[in-house]
């Protein structure tokens, strides 16, 4: 099923006379984007302000801004995905310790999900056992 979507999205793209939107779209649904992890961001953020911050070093496909699901404020990180790895490089490096609405941001490259460590989780087997005399 989702091969058969794929193959329909290609043969639109392929017949599609706006030759500008191929690209993008290509890139996006193959997955070819280049990723940065933003932290330190200031509570008063928004998708937008950080779009526009890093739009100067390249095409933005998305800055998406990671919120507490319980009160809907900021966690202080997001993320911006470019369509290329210079540019998004050259925003890592430029970026990288600047000041953004009031506070210092830090830039680096996001980790897949496969990237980051698993099995750090700590297992629970009872209480604790007490340290003394048997």
Request: charged share 25%; hydrophobic share 40%; proline share 3%.
């Amino acid at each position: 099923m989702a091969m058969a979507a794929l193959r329909e999205a290609s043969r639109r793209l392929a017949s599609s006379r706006n030759a500008a939107t191929r690209p993008l779209l290509l890139t996006h649904s193959r997955g070819i984007t280049h990723k940065l992890f933003i932290g330190g961001l200031s509570q008063f953020a928004t998708e937008d302000s950080l779009a526009e911050a890093f739009a100067r070093y390249g095409q933005v496909l998305e800055a998406t801004i990671v919120t507490d699901k319980m009160t809907s404020r900021s966690k202080g990180f997001g993320f911006v995905k470019f369509a290329s790895e210079e540019e998004a490089n050259k925003a890592r490096e430029d970026m990288n310790g600047k000041v953004l609405n009031g506070r210092v941001i830090y830039v680096d490259i996001a980790k897949s999900r496969q990237d980051r460590a698993t099995g750090v989780v700590p297992i629970a087997r009872g209480p604790p056992k007490l340290v003394g005399d048997d």
